[in-house]
């Protein structure tokens, strides 16, 4: 079953590319998303004013990825809330909210139980989910199936890039819907989207560094991860991997919030994980990125940056650059999350963990 790799989470590691290619399959027409099993919600869509996605773990950072795109294309706010919080703080729903929930297995007992409060307090739901027929899509009002395919390991990978696609068709749906994006940037953006499972496949096939790296570093107590923008969830995500693989203590930070408190953390021999915004990005976030940086070099830490190809302005002062080929900004985390989970299981086989079934942990959190 395990296709001749050794656990299963390296076969999911290796199927990321398709998750992401079979997600797309069947809903861009002529270069244009359309979602036909959204139909019966397309009214709903139009007329909504806010979406709030409900999620647990690394489908939360996938919804936080997805909020970013879906507000910028749509132009209808997005809030991210975990769903084991949402229900106990009488959230204000009404019928021009959606509720998007997103779960790989569709049996997450927390986010099953934020759907249902969902409903009950009259606002639509919508489930993005990768297991066909499980409970949260049968509770909601429409669902938008991701096709990773079964995924065993207990950590989340290939969900995640599927989580992200799904969520980048939803919001070029309703920029379709709500006619907030005009067809060029919608075009581009689809194209830009089916290029990346090749690009997926050009990191995997450059990732024996990240896996040197990762024995090398058997040893070690705590890992940082930084990063800004969509890149911020990529940081929480690759903190999550390190906690649940290799039990290490890792943190993820927005490189923002650095100086508002977590760098007094850095001190020297610390290894931080910094993914680096595209220097091609309008914003000068990679300038601010590449300031963090050096703030972090000079107090003695060691930095591994993920970076994109031919960005010079990391290289002097990073310890490590894993390279990730140009995208656009959007498209950026479903690249850089890669290292990140090979990362975090090379380390945890380092250590001699068992990679698939960590300590504690369930692939289905059935019970709240
Ligand atoms: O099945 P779900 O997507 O609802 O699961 C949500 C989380 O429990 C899950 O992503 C968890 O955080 C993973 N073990 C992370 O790798």
Redo the contacts with the bound molecule.
Sequence with gaps: EKGGWPNFMSKEISEEPEAVANTLLGRVTDGLVQLDELAELDQTLRDIDRVTIV?????AYAGMVGKYAVEQWARVPVEVELAHEFRYREPVLSERTLVVS???????MD?LMAVKYAAEHGAKTLSICNTQGATIPRESDAVLYTHAGPEVA???TK?FVAQITALYLFGLHLARLRASLDERAHRDLVTELTDVPAKIDLVLDTSERISELAHWMADTRSVLFLGRHVGYPVALEGA??LK?LAYIHAEGFAAGELKHGPIALIEPGQIVFVVVPSPRDERSLHAKVVSNIQEIRARGARVIAIAEQGDAAVLPFADEVIQIPLAGPFFEPMLAVVPLHIFARDLATAKGLDVDQPRN?AK??TVE
């Design positions: 999620a647990c773990g690394t489908a997103i779960s790989q297995s569709g049996e997450t986010t207990v950590a989340s969900a999550l991997k649940e942990l289905s959190v």
